[in-house]
């Protein structure tokens, strides 16, 4: 286990030697512990580890990549049953032992419980309950099997041993803006706790974010809100863990509210050392990195690449010539073409039908090199997986080359700059007109 | 090709000719009546087959060895078939085409499975990994010209220099060789009777129900978006302006609910396509028809409309022209499928026609396996040895053993990656030699799909188990149907390099029997190789190749 992680000690989060805290990371979300639309063929070739492990983590939950099925144990039936039933699961249920994809482990991989707990319990729950559940030894959680049991001793043997991850965020019960302050105190008083244990129980190796619940932050009044970060404070402070990731925060919907808040909670653990990695764990538009990435957050979680390539969008936005933005000869795109995300929206626009070039002109990426938009126009009308594969491939190309930007302009003090540069390309569309969060500060 | 000849023979039937009364389709092609049926029909043979003329047997067949640069002449320009080693009536063989515009050559080893890209692409596989990655390195994908001609239109792709260059064969070819492709187009009229409603085949053509004015579901009346100035038209969207030649069908066409393709049209459209192999327009009969007339008709309106699609071909110099053998089941000396071969022999013999290859239509349509061996014995008997063979819509990896010791040189078949898609893996050992991964089963099946198998899914360090796959499926990760579909198409190229490599060595036999001894254990309980249950057509197909399991 020790020397998996080790292939990749350049880039784990205890190394400084690559950008060192300046650096942003994208943490691309795993969709049942998986890479989407990326053969091990396709991830090699596209995303070699040397040329993206700087700008390119993966979060793996443990929420739907260590869910294993049951086997039924064998019970004194009548024969026939027995062996009609013989191989049938009899269920599923969290596995601490599953072991990451081979092709994954080159990768810096960061392990959570899972990316949007009020996210996963809407989609999975058919009555309108958003709460996630929990005792004081477990969190319920919602899957595609079913509502799962997940220990805090489970998920750290998980994290641990099982996923092999170079970090993992302590076991949270997340809850929902709305939920009832007596369930909002429960959620933070077991996050604490749980967060205490994993510590205790935790070799001391730097390897731990501290989980952190945003939602819950907001009401700073609330005693175990003040609990939650001096708990984290002390940790950081005896070094046994050396990040902290910020749970929920993209579920505040309104942009300055979000901004100010992710401040606030920077805020409460100021006196942190400068290495401590920052991660927030999820976001759902390009705004929200944005957002992220000016408050100075490390690591940015987010599945938009995935999420846009479902949608059969391409991400054009422009990332490389930020700083010549004043340049008259620049290449502009048309205000338009662009959704709020920075994507085209490649079924709804009959502009690529006869179009030779590639998605993103110099983009260097394997679609990009190899097709062109009318291809790519064809395969989204005819609904052909390979257009998804295609448009990730792009997206996430593009995605690690916004990141790439971004701890350039860090390093260059000209963050303000490139946001402005981004924002400029998607503030004029329709579908989005609360972008005044992205350049408060 | 020799247009001035063709009026020779039957030729590009005369206009008015085209309405005539189905009772004159079914008379005796001019061409075939002095043809001597008492001998079976056969052409251009070399041993182990008789020879041409009497019951001696046949010259030896002249091979080159394996890496002989080809050569293309004016008989065949954009041909070039080479064959390597013969091991019974297999083949090994190297077909070269001629490359598309700024293309390094890909030449194609047989025998060969063609894997089916439907609409330009294959589901969940990149045109990269098909062509880099050494476990597929498919050399030649099929596509449809109904598909095509559909969405995104061929005007479009003859914008573009053809499906090569839309697909993005042409660029960045500096850096990546290897990645370059051959393709391969169907007729058309395939698709036109299987998916089109009301379809019904005249002298003209095949008619058929407009899909534009009947769009499926989730079509968006955005097909054949590929013509200029609009966004929904038809394939053939102006009937017939000849005003001596007014018929019912026209009429029909002038309302647009039917729509008509012709010999011709297909021809055009694959020329717009580009492929480098076309295919002629069949008249295709559904293989379990009764009617034996409409067999009739149809075997001698394959070979006017061949002559037609000759006659329209543009573009012989770059692309392929295949004749397609029909004549339903009909095997029996004089019968439809001899006289289907007679005619194409004719036109050879006469230099009306030099077919750069040959198909043989109208199987794999639910017929019979004992009709369907039979078929292809006589076909691969009869088709000249220097030309490959093309054994279309098949199949299945057991028919690719049998049909390459008959003589078959190309197959393709959706097959391996519709399956795939349902989640169903190809492996050996016992038929159906197939593995549902969706199965309780593979829940907890560790092992790979297919040990030794060089595929991603079970290759290298990843060994992706039957549980992960299984799991993947469960939730419809598009992972699952990727690697499957690299699996089941590297397990088709490997079983075609396995026989090539099989016939190099002149163990073809001992090969074929393994395979089927593996597929059939049928008494291996009892302590032997098993076999006791291989079907009597395996048994029958592989004793007509001189093969005895
Ligand atoms: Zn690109
Ligand atoms: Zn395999």
Known sequence: ?441 | MGGNEEEKAEGPVPKKQRVEEPHDFSRLPDELKNVDFSRPIRWGKCFPYISDNDNTPAPPVSTVPVDTPPVFDDSSPALCHYIHAVSGRARACTIHLKPHKGQTTRPVPTPIFMPVGTKGCLKGLSMHELTTDPALSCPIILANTYHMALQPGTELLDEFGGLHCFMGNNINNETSKEYNFNLLTDSGGFQMVSLAKLSQVTEEGVTFENPFLHPQKGDHGKRYYGKKNSTTTTIQDEAPTDDTNVSEEDNNNKDKRMMLLKPEDSIRYQNEIGANIIMALDDVVSSVEVDADRFEMATYRTLRWYDRCLQAHQKSHCQNLFPIVQGGLDTSPGGLRERCLAGFRRRELDGIANAPGYAIGGLAGGESKDDFWRVVDQCCKALPDNKPRYLMGVGYPLDLVVCSALGVDMYDCVYPTRTARFGVALVPGPTPGTLRLKSHDCATDHNVLQEGCPCQACAGVHKVSRARLHRLLKTEHPLAIQLLTQHNIAYMMSLVRQMRQAILQDKFDAFARDFVHDQFRGGAEKNNSGGQDIPVWVREALAAAGIDV
């Not at chain 1, 709460?131 to 049991?149: I, K, Y």
């Not at chain 1, 939650?228 to 579920?251: R, Y």
């Not at chain 1, 990426?365 to 792009?394: D, G």
């Open chain 1, 1 to 441: 286990m020790a020397s998996k992680r080790d292939k990749c000690s350049a880039s784990s989060p205890s190394s400084n030697d690559d950008g060192g805290e300046k650096a942003v990371r994208l943490l691309l979300h795993t969709v049942d512990g998986a890479i989407p639309y990326l053969t091990p063929h396709l991830l090699e070739t596209c995303f070699p580890i040397e040329q993206v492990k700087d700008f390119l983590w993966i979060g793996i939950a443990v929420r739907d990549a260590c869910i294993s099925p049951v086997m039924a144990t064998p019970k004194k039936d009548t024969d026939e049953t027995k062996n009609k039933k013989k191989n049938k699961p009899s269920g599923y249920a969290f596995s601490p032992t599953t072991e990451p994809d081979a092709w994954l482990l080159p990768y810096t991989r960061v392990t959570v419980p899972t990316f949007d707990p009020c996210q996963d319990s809407i989609r999975h729950s058919h009555k309108n309950i958003v709460d996630v559940t929990a005792s004081n030894d477990h969190v319920m959680v919602w899957t595609e099997f079913g509502r799962q049991t997940l220990t805090r001793e489970a998920y750290d043997t998980a994290a641990a041993e099982g996923l092999q991850s170079h970090a993992s965020v302590t076991l949270f019960d997340a809850c929902t803006e709305d939920a009832k302050a007596k369930r909002k105190r429960a959620s933070l008083e077991r996050t604490n706790a749980w967060r205490e244990e994993t510590i205790k129980s935790h070799a001391s190796d730097g390897t731990l974010w501290a989980s952190c619940l945003v939602a819950a932050a907001k009401e700073d009044q609330d005693p175990g809100v003040t609990q939650q970060f001096e708990s984290i404070q002390n940790a950081l402070d005896n070094k046994s863990v050396n990040g902290v990731a910020f749970v929920n925060w993209q579920t505040i919907s309104d942009a300055s509210q979000r901004v100010s808040v992710l401040q606030q909670c920077i805020q409460r653990i100021k006196n942190a050392p400068t290495t401590t990695t920052l991660a927030v764990l999820s976001t759902n538009s390009l705004e929200q990195v944005m957002e992220c990435f000016q408050q100075g957050i490390n690591i940015i979680g987010t599945n938009l690449p995935i999420q846009w390539a479902k949608q059969k969008k391409a991400f054009v936005c422009d990332v490389g010539n930020w700083k010549n933005r004043k340049d008259p000869k620049r290449p502009k795109l048309e205000p338009s073409s662009v959704d709020a995300d920075g994507c085209f929206p490649v079924d709804s626009s009959e502009t690529w039908i006869r179009d030779a070039n590639p998605i993103l002109a110099g983009c260097s990426c394997l679609t990009c090199q190899q097709h062109c938009r009318a291809y790519l126009y064809h395969l989204v009308q005819t609904k052909e997986l390979l257009a998804e594969i295609l448009l990730f491939i792009h997206n996430l190309h593009h995605m690690i080359g916004l990141f790439r930007a971004c701890s350039q302009s860090r390093i260059s003090g000209s963050e303000e700059e490139l946001c402005r540069h981004i924002q400029d390309q998607i503030a004029n569309n329709n579908n989005n007109n609360e972008l005044q969060g992205l350049t408060k500060h």
